[in-house]
């Protein structure tokens, strides 16, 4: 069990990768901390509970900074600190260009970018002094490709990458890992939101053929928080079957 010891705090757990990155977490013998906005966290937690591993769960809005420092104080009053933090928490508003709302693009920029950023803040505060610790954002290939139809969700995610090399050049020297994971087309909610042909052009733009699965990003976030990627930070590792976009 590669996470053995370690505690981790994971964003937007309740479903989908959230849910898979919780879940292999658990597997690989880390405590965990979940958050997300519905009670299906909660349901989570007792699930993973119920099959012997430890894990602490609170519901709320990552966009509230009270709820944001609250989750860091969990982790400090319940296990003492942090060692890994994975802001997986996201939303896509599809909008073409002319016709995107710009309360949808700020709510955007909101979940996938600002709350991910000051949660940033506060966890490296909580990392073990001198022994760092890893920092994982769930960006994706809408934001190193770029997308259309998504502009705004891409413009997000492009946003993301960026914080993540910038943090993990200044965090270097304090021994924090920066990195992110850019999905490709992955089976979530999120994903079954859209249009039957506009999913279906996306799963036939996968060489690999198929669709990625949730648990396929999360033996990648695994491998992240891991010692085995001791000497990787900032790097954005593409997890998409060779999409074509």
Not at 8 to 23: D, E, V
Not at 226 to 240: K, R, W
Request: charged content about 20%.
């Amino acid at each position: 069990m590669i996470l053995q010891g370690k505690t981790a705090l994971i964003t937007g757990a309740s479903r989908g990768i959230g849910a898979a990155i919780a879940t292999e977490f658990a597997l690989e013998g880390a405590r965990l901390v979940l958050s997300a906005r519905t009670s299906a966290v909660t349901a989570l937690a007792e699930r993973l509970r119920a099959a012997g591993h430890i894990v602490e769960a609170m519901q709320g809005d990552i966009t509230e900074d009270t709820h944001a420092r609250a989750l860091i104080q969990l982790c400090r009053s319940k296990f003492g600190g942090l060692d890994a933090l994975i802001n997986n928490a996201g939303v896509l508003l599809q909008g073409k260009l002319g016709m995107m709302r710009l309360e949808d693009s700020r709510r955007m920029f909101e979940v996938n970018v600002l709350a991910a950023m000051n949660l940033t803040q506060y966890a490296i505060r909580a990392f073990p002094k001198g022994k760092g610790g890893a920092v994982i954002n769930l960006t994706s290939i809408a934001g190193t490709q770029g997308i259309d139809g998504i502009a705004a969700y891409s413009a997000s995610k492009a946003a993301l990458i960026g914080f993540t090399r910038a943090a993990a050049k200044e965090l270097a020297s304090v021994q924090v890992r920066v990195n992110a994971i850019a999905p490709g087309f992955i089976d979530t909610d999120m994903a079954r939101q859209i249009s039957p042909e506009w999913f279906q052009r996306r799963v036939e733009s996968v060489r690999l053929g198929r669709i990625g699965q949730p648990r396929d990003i999360a033996r990648c976030a695994v491998f992240l928080a891991s010692d085995d990627a001791a000497y990787i930070t900032g790097q954005v590792l593409g997890v998409d079957g060779g999409m074509a976009v």
